[in-house]
């Protein structure tokens, strides 16, 4: 049986595309396609997805305890990430996600990242 471990760590943002625009811009499914390093990679299958609404920098101290044990679990504005393991057309596994923090005033929506490359190992590859 095969499993999954990191290749390598990427960490970029990325332009993504959909055939159909998601229903919510702050919740997205997984897209279509995305551009990275001069390459364009067609998403073939969803591999799992989980989501991370922990709070990071100062607004993880703008809230109190009993309010952020609530965040934590269901999210709120401009906090969290949406994670998608992606099997691409080249045969490629990537990890990939939407953050929700806005980029500025003018600019509220979100943005996507490149988070890692995956390669799949066998049980007795994993020393």
Known sequence: ???LKPLRFIGQEIQVEFDQQPALRKKPG?????????QTFQTVSLLSEWQDFKRRGRMARNMR????AKALRRGSWGVGRFYFR???DQGRIFDLYYDRAPRNAGDRTGSWFLDREMV????SDQA
């Open 1 to 3: 049986m095969a499993n």
């Open 30 to 38: 997984l897209p279509d396609r995305f551009s990275w390093d001069g």
């Open 65 to 68: 305890p009993e309010n952020a």
């Open 86 to 88: 992606v099997l691409t």
């Open 120 to 123: 799949r190992v066998e049980d």
